[in-house]
């Protein structure tokens, strides 16, 4: 499963730096056509898992649909870094992707076990969002943890 997503982490250490500000100024330059491109590659991707009923994520299209995605998101981050609940989402998902990408695995291959989430695509979306509610709980807990622990010696 890892040197699948191999290429997605050596696109993210490619995308640093200068190169992310360039990318970022394309998006913000181009926003509403990638916005509306990553959504319909969204609905492309979603169209042909329904069709074909692959439900799994390792597929040759995610390699086009996850840049697109990210493009898609750096050109909506133009409205959405004016929301401050976006904002404080986004720092959250950033403090726990790490722990996120690699528990969340775990409780896809959990939950799939069972008859009722591999039953079809809703399903599927079920499985990824209690996947990710209990990777992002149990991402926080060290972080809560330790505030918990400065609150004590401090009091």
């Known amino acids: ?3 699948t997503w191999l290429f997605f982490f050596v696109l993210g250490m490619a995308i640093d730096g200068k190169m992310l500000d360039r990318l970022r100024d394309f998006a913000r330059k181009f926003a509403l056509p990638l916005v509306l491109l990553a959504a319909a590659g969204a609905f492309l991707y979603t169209w042909d898992a329904l069709r ?3 439900l799994d994520s390792i597929k040759p299209q995610q390699f086009l649909y996850g840049p697109l995605c990210f493009l898609g998101l750096l050109a909506a981050w133009k409205w959405l870094e004016k929301r401050k609940s976006a904002v404080i ?3 959250y998902l950033s ?3 790490m722990a996120v990408y690699f528990s969340h695995v775990f ?3 959990r939950l799939r076990r069972t008859d009722f989430f591999n039953q079809n695509l809703l399903t599927m979306l079920l499985v990824f969002l209690i996947a990710l509610s209990i990777s992002l709980l149990l991402s926080a807990l060290p972080e809560a ?3 918990f ?3 004590k010696k401090a009091a």
Do not use: K, M
């Open 52 to 54: 074909s009923g692959n």
């Open 89 to 91: 989402a986004s720092g």
């Open 145 to 147: 943890w330790s505030r």
């Open 149 to 151: 622990r400065r609150r």
């Open 1 to 3: 499963l890892f040197p």
């Open 107 to 109: 409780f896809i291959q």
């Open 95 to 97: 403090r726990h992707s």
